[in-house]
């Protein structure tokens, strides 16, 4: 992002004398023609996404080495890679460093301006004065398409409707809509600032260009007393003459109120050709050439002439026609990869044989740098195109540039996180310095801050989509039944289920949960309701009545006495013996 901070730009002369014209560049060299082949066979579905983090480091050595740091951001240079771990690496050659404070420096001898060449620029401002404080600007201004914009229009309300307003705005030099030239994926655009003033502010105004096209109606209230206007004129006649192309009209509007339009301006954009969706697009959509031409002009020209052409798409092949055994014919194929690679050379007719690298290599004035491009196809194919460009010589000596502003450094990086259903538009809000639960299929947004030292910063965005949940897997085979345990304890056991055994070690008695007397030295069983006696042991056992015996005594002996008025029998059994008394 540009900043809009004048201050953080270094400023120089502009329009400096004209050097040398520099060299023709070479024509490019045609590219090959592509083969021909049905639409290839839709890839497979991809793996579900993984979270992507953004790690940052900082250095005072240009590899890292040197007061290595993943928090202090007080040094030279500062260290970023991408990858799905959420911790960051100490290892400094795993990051790609940048200097981004430079020491102050003195002023350089100034260089020789080049021949009209083409430079490279991250940002880029405009001034009207050295200082970069007189109109400052990010987008080099255009020139006006409407004559007589410098004076303002302003009207005053006439309390009527349909009142016309004062000023009438033509194009440039009377041209008409044909002379313009614009292309079927060209528009006109019109803009201006308005403002309101007096007492009781109400009613619309319109500008808009003669019957041709309603203008935006623009509503005067109290809370609503000034703006911003932006249309895209469509169904201009062509041939019409433009005497009085932009016409301002008011309804309503009060007599105590004056309105002022400034700023008017039209201009030409530029928009895409028509397309299908994504889901929809074919092959045969998309242009089948590609033209390149080198030029020292920002512009792109509109003449298809100054343009190299190549082939970039070759037609669908048809299917062969059947022979004796019935088969169709062959699938075409699709491109797999594109490799760019780039040379040095003295020469800009015959492609170097060596020195190809992925990287664009230091340019030499008086040389040429040469482009290749390797289209390797899904059948394993491949084809290979080249484009060359001149680099430019330098010309005269120009004028001493103005001295250089002192360098900022980095004074903090935040970074912070936030979950979105896009990702393809950050969030406007709920970021958080922690990294949030993402649901699975929507998007994880890392958004990094870094303000300098002038108080400046610029944010940077990355996104991750998050996996999809896989299908759940087979029920597992059901677990044998484990050994409920035995409990011995002199309190109840908090935890019960059915075939739990519980010894009580207590010495006296107490009630369990379910009204249980539960007696000394006593082991009992849990049914899921209630406990019931399990094991008694003891030396004697003293009971009134004990019946559902069952079993093999080997000692003692069971005695059953019954008094019935002045009868007593009694029963018995001992060892081998029983007895009727």
């Known amino acids: 992002t540009d900043s809009t901070n004048y201050a953080a730009y270094t400023w120089s002369r502009l329009k400096g004398d004209k050097g040398d014209k520099g060299d023709q560049g070479a024509q490019g060299i045609q590219g090959l023609q592509g083969p021909t082949g049905t639409q290839g066979v839709a890839g497979p579905k991809g793996n579900d996404g993984k979270t992507q983090y953004t790690h940052i480091a900082y250095a005072n050595s240009a590899d890292g080495r040197k007061d290595f740091s993943t928090s202090d951001s007080n040094r030279a240079y500062i260290g970023m890679y991408v990858d799905f771990n959420i911790n960051d690496s100490n290892t400094p050659s795993d990051y790609s460093w940048t200097l981004v404070k430079g020491a102050d420096g003195t002023q350089g001898t100034p260089g020789k301006p080049g021949a009209d ?9 405009w001034s009207y004065s050295a200082d970069g404080t007189d109109g400052f600007t990010t987008v080099y201004p255009k020139t006006n398409l409407l004559n007589g914009t410098k004076v303002h229009d302003i009207f005053k309300g006439t309390g009527t409707a349909n009142a016309g307003g004062t000023q009438r705005y033509t194009l440039d030099k009377s041209l008409k809509i044909s002379d313009l030239k614009l292309s079927r994926y060209q528009d006109l655009i019109f803009e201006f600032d308005w403002k309101a003033t007096g ?20 509503t005067v209230s109290p809370t609503n007393t000034s703006g911003h206007v932006k ?18 009209r008011q309804d309503n509007i009060p007599t105590t109120v004056t309105v002022e339009i400034s700023n008017l301006m039209m201009y030409i954009v530029d928009y ?61 194929v699709g491109l ?12 800009g007719t015959t492609a170097p044989n060596t020195g190809w690298t992925s990287s664009v290599p230091s340019l030499v004035k008086g040389q040429y740098l040469w482009t290749k491009t390797v289209w390797t196809y899904t059948d394993n194919s491949s084809e290979t195109g080249y484009s060359v460009t001149y680099i430019a010589k330098d010309g005269n000596n120009g004028h001493d540039g103005i001295a250089g502003k002192d360098g900022v450094g980095i004074k903090t ?21 922690t990294v949030p639960t993402v649901a ?25 989509k998050m996996g999809n949940n896989g299908t759940p897997g087979p029920q597992g085979p059901p677990g044998s039944n484990g050994d409920p345990g035995k409990v011995v304890s002199d309190t109840e056991p908090t935890t019960r289920f059915k075939g739990l055994t519980w010894k009580y070690s207590g010495t006296a008695e107490l009630t369990a949960s379910d009204g249980t007397v539960i007696k000394p030295n006593t082991e009992y069983y849990y049914d899921g309701t209630h406990w019931i006696i399990n094991l008694i042991e003891a030396n004697q056992l003293n009971v009134n009545d004990l019946s559902a015996i069952s079993g093999t005594y080997t000692n003692g002996s069971i005695k059953n006495v019954t008094t019935d008025g002045s009868v007593t029998s009694t029963i018995l059994i001992e060892k081998k013996h029983i007895l009727f008394t």
């Open 117 to 125: 060449g083409r430079t490279p620029y991250f940002h880029t401002a």
């Open 336 to 347: 797999k990869n594109t490799v760019i690679t780039y040379a040095i050379s003295t020469s």
């Open 231 to 248: 249309n895209t004129l469509f169904n201009l006649p062509v041939t019409t003459d433009m005497s009085t192309f932009i016409t301002a």
């Open 272 to 332: 895409s050709p028509w397309m299908p969706s994504a889901s929809e697009v074919t092959t045969a959509d998309y242009p089948r050439y590609i033209g390149q031409y080198s030029n020292f002009m920002q512009a792109d020209s509109t003449n298809p002439t100054d343009y190299t052409w190549s082939l970039i798409r070759g037609n669908d092949g048809k299917d062969g026609a059947d022979g004796h055994d019935g088969r169709a014919g062959k699938d075409g």
């Open 413 to 433: 990086t935040t970074i912070t996180y936030a979950g979105s259903t896009s990702g393809t538009t950050a969030p406007s809000s709920g970021w958080t310095s």
């Open 440 to 464: 699975a299929g929507s998007y994880l947004w890392t958004k990094t801050l870094w303000t300098y030292t002038d108080n400046s910063f610029e944010t940077g965005y990355s996104v991750a």
């Open 199 to 218: 007492t009781n502010p109400s009613g619309t105004f319109v500008y808009q260009t003669q019957t041709y096209y309603k203008g935006t109606r623009v």
